[in-house]
């Protein structure tokens, strides 16, 4: 995955935040999910004190940024946001939950998972 996005460390911080949220969102944290994460962080060139960063934001503040950001940027989210809910090799509903939230908050058009 090469993207060129051209976002900001605050968008990159806050997409990182809701990936974290769909991570967790099931309770368990699989392989396929930090691999998944390790990849985004690397194309996205998000640090490690980015990330720190990310883990620190509120929902709101990760919501109104991410809102914000035009609408490729935002069809490239809703990519990553469905393809972090896959990393598992299953798609759980609690995750699907923070996805359709994330979307109706942010005007992101839900795509199916």
């Known amino acids: 995955m090469d ?3 051209d976002l900001n460390i605050e968008q990159k911080r806050a997409m990182a935040s809701v990936l974290i949220d769909i991570i967790n969102a099931d309770g368990q944290i ?3 999910e930090k691999k998944y994460l390790k ?3 690397k194309s996205l060139k998000i640090d490690k004190k980015d ?3 990310a883990l620190n934001m509120s929902v709101i503040d990760s919501l109104n940024i991410i809102k914000d950001m035009n609408n ?3 069809q490239a989210f809703s990519y990553m946001m469905q393809e972090m809910i896959k990393a598992d ?3 759980d509903s609690r995750e699907t939950d923070v996805y359709v939230t994330v979307c ?3 005007d ?3 795509n199916p998972v």
């Open 108 to 110: 992101i058009a839900v």
């Open 39 to 41: 990849q985004v962080r």
């Open 51 to 53: 990330m720190q960063e």
């Open 3 to 5: 993207l060129n996005l």
């Open 30 to 32: 699989h392989d396929g």
């Open 89 to 91: 090799g299953e798609v």
């Open 104 to 106: 109706t908050a942010a």
């Open 72 to 74: 490729f940027q935002k």
